[in-house]
């Protein structure tokens, strides 16, 4: 999946280096559906509902751009999410015009598995970057919506093909096996996205601030048992604030009284009188 570059903020993100490969793939699934029109008898286009391909691939690819007319026009236009939502598209049509569907039997299982994660990678990518998911509700998000369009598609496919179908026996073990490659290409896509948002960050070099300095208010004053700011000492413990810093000296040194037994209890006492400590 397209990595987003780093730095700046996310809704100012410049994906302009993946223009050039999202307008190729339109241009190349335009050419696909061409010649799917030009040549509807050939095998590999022949009961493949192309003509609901024709319709409906245009206007898929083109669902980002209109979602940024709406809302978004003032910011860059989320090429690699465009690109993202081309390109199952793309994958689909040439798999039939190269007739690989026919012709290989793994590549059905796996374009519903790669194309799924590339459809959730858009949504994770679109999401993390306007709504502001994060991690495993990122994660979580985009496997839901990957399972929801999963069924959505086998239900398109349901209608399109297997009502017309002889195949019956193979049918329900093939759109069981669908649905979960497209769940677990979901889930690879959200928990991808959410391991790349969970990364760790150089972190920011910061000095020492030699101003600042965290000293406990018990070691700086030498707080003692019983002292007027034990955080021991209920409020009751002395019948007047005067009697507390009287009884206590180091607290009245610690008020800014002299440790002067002859002046201590003078200068505590107009510290605990010009506090408002009642008496």
Not at 8 to 24: E, I
């Amino acid at each position: 999946m397209p990595p987003e570059p780093a730095g700046g903020h996310a809704s100012a993100m410049d994906t302009s280096r993946w223009r050039p490969p999202a307008l190729a793939a339109k241009a190349a699934l335009l050419a696909l559906l061409a010649l799917a029109v030009a040549f509807p008898e050939w095998d590999r286009f022949a009961d493949k509902a192309m003509g609901v391909r024709v319709a409906a691939y245009p206007a898929a690819v083109m669902v980002v751009t209109l979602v940024w007319a709406l809302r978004g026009r003032g910011r860059p236009f989320p090429w690699d999410v465009d690109l993202l939502v081309t390109a199952p598209f793309v994958v689909d049509v040439a798999g039939n015009a190269a007739d690989l569907y026919d012709t290989v039997g793994w590549f059905d299982d796996a374009c519903h598995f790669g194309n799924w994660a590339l459809l959730s990678a858009a949504a994770g990518t679109a999401l993390r970057r306007w709504a502001g998911l994060r991690s495993w509700t990122l994660a979580l998000t985009c496997t839901g919506l990957g399972a929801v369009a999963a069924i959505l598609w086998e239900f398109f496919e349901y209608g399109v093909f297997i009502l017309d179908t002889p195949e019956t026996v193979t049918i329900y073990r093939d759109t069981i096996g669908d649905l979960m490659l497209g769940l677990a290409g979901s889930a690879v896509a959200g928990v991808g996205l959410a391991l790349r948002g969970t990364l760790p960050r150089k972190a920011r070099q910061e000095g020492p601030r030699p101003d600042v300095r965290l000293v406990s208010v018990h070691e700086r004053l030498d707080v003692g048992e019983g002292d007027l700011l034990d955080e021991g000492r209920g409020a009751g413990d002395a019948d007047a604030g005067q009697d507390v810093v009287r009884a206590d000296l180091p607290a009245g040194g610690a008020l800014g009284a002299e440790r002067d037994p002859a002046r201590g209890e003078d200068d505590a006492e107009k510290v605990v009188q010009g506090s408002g400590v009642g008496q």
